[in-house]
Nanobody
C-alpha cells in the first residue's frame, strides 16, 4: 500500500506562485510513475502533469506548459508541482497519484494510488 499526502495549497492572487508537495509513505515510489491531476467544481478530474520514475520524461497539459514544473525527489519519496503565473482558471483541488509502473500516463484510470487533494484558489 502507498499513502499519498498533498500539501502546499492555498489562496493566491493571479500571477502568483505556489509549490505543491506530495509525500509518499508505506512503500517507496521511486520505481513508479507519478502525476498531478486537478478537479474544479462541477468538472471532471483532469490531467495536469506526469513524470516517469527516473524523472527523465515529463508530460504536461497544454494549458500549464511553461508555467508549471513537475519534479520528484526519490530519496525523500516526494513529488512536487511548482506553479507559476497562476490564473483564476487554475483554481481546483489538486491531487497527486502514483501508478505501479514506470511509464507515465494521462489517464486517471491508470493510476493505482491517490492522495486526498489540496485546494488551490487563484483570485483575480
Amino acid at each position: 500500500q502507498v499513502q499519498l499526502v498533498e500539501s502546499g495549497g492555498g489562496l493566491v492572487q493571479a500571477g502568483g506562485s505556489l509549490r505543491l508537495s506530495c509525500a509518499a509513505s508505506g512503500r517507496t515510489v521511486s520505481s513508479y510513475a507519478m502525476g498531478w491531476f486537478r478537479q474544479a467544481p462541477g468538472k471532471e478530474r483532469e490531467f495536469v502533469a506526469a513524470i516517469s520514475w527516473s524523472a527523465i520524461s515529463r508530460d504536461y497539459v497544454n494549458s500549464v506548459k511553461d508555467r508549471f514544473t513537475i519534479s520528484r525527489d526519490n530519496a525523500k519519496n516526494t513529488l512536487y508541482l511548482q506553479m507559476n503565473s497562476l490564473k483564476p482558471e487554475d483554481t481546483a483541488v489538486y491531487y497527486c497519484a502514483a501508478r505501479l509502473v514506470r511509464i507515465m500516463s494521462r489517464s486517471t484510470s491508470d493510476y493505482d494510488y491517490w492522495g486526498q487533494g489540496t485546494q488551490v484558489t487563484v483570485s483575480s
